[in-house]
C-alpha cells in the first residue's frame, strides 16, 4: 500500500477581511496561500501550523476546517483552515521558497495564482458551505 499525501493551508485574515498571500520563489513564482505536505507523525493541523510558520514567521493557532479537496492527479488530499494571527504579528518571508508575503483583498487577488487557490480563499469566505469535500482538476493560471 502506498502512503496517501496530504497537505494543508491555512486562511489567515486581518481586521480588514484581506487574506494572507505567499509568493513561490519556484516554478511560476505564484501567489499561494501559507502550506505544504505533511511529515510523518503529524496532523494536518500541525501541518497547516508548522507550514505558516516556516513560510510567514506567524505562530497562529489553526481553527476550523473549511474544505478538504482531492486531487487526483497526485493522489493527494489537500486540507484548508481558518487559522488566527493571534498576536498581529507582522509576516515576514522565512523560508528560501517564500520571496513575499502580504494581505490581499479578494478584488485584487496577485497573479499568477491558480484557480485552486481562488476556490479555497472563496469557499473559506462562504459561510453557507454545505460541502467541505471536494475533487479538483488540474490547475488553470491566472496569469
Known amino acids: 500500500m502506498s502512503n496517501k499525501l496530504m497537505g494543508s493551508a ?11 498571500l ?3 520563489s ?17 496532523s494536518v493541523q500541525e501541518t497547516a501550523k508548522r507550514e ?14 473549511t474544505g478538504i479537496y ?6 493527494m488530499h489537500h486540507f484548508v483552515f481558518i487559522s488566527n494571527n493571534k498576536n ?8 528560501p521558497e517564500i520571496l513575499e508575503c502580504r494581505y490581499c483583498s479578494m478584488d485584487d487577488l496577485p497573479k499568477p495564482i491558480s484557480d ?8 473559506t469566505c462562504n459561510h453557507e458551505r454545505k460541502q467541505l469535500f471536494h475533487i479538483i482538476g488540474p490547475r488553470q493560471w491566472m496569469e
Open 10 to 20: 491555512s486562511v489567515i485574515s486581518d481586521s480588514e477581511g484581506r487574506i494572507l
Open 22 to 24: 505567499v509568493k513561490h
Open 26 to 42: 519556484y516554478g511560476k513564482n505564484n501567489w499561494d496561500l501559507p502550506g505544504g505536505k505533511a511529515e510523518v507523525n503529524e
Open 52 to 65: 505558516v510558520l516556516e513560510e510567514t514567521g506567524l505562530d497562529v493557532e489553526v481553527g476550523q476546517l
Open 70 to 75: 482531492y486531487d487526483p492527479d497526485y493522489d
Open 88 to 95: 498581529n504579528q507582522i509576516p515576514e518571508p522565512s523560508s
Open 116 to 123: 485552486f487557490t481562488i476556490k479555497r480563499i472563496q469557499d
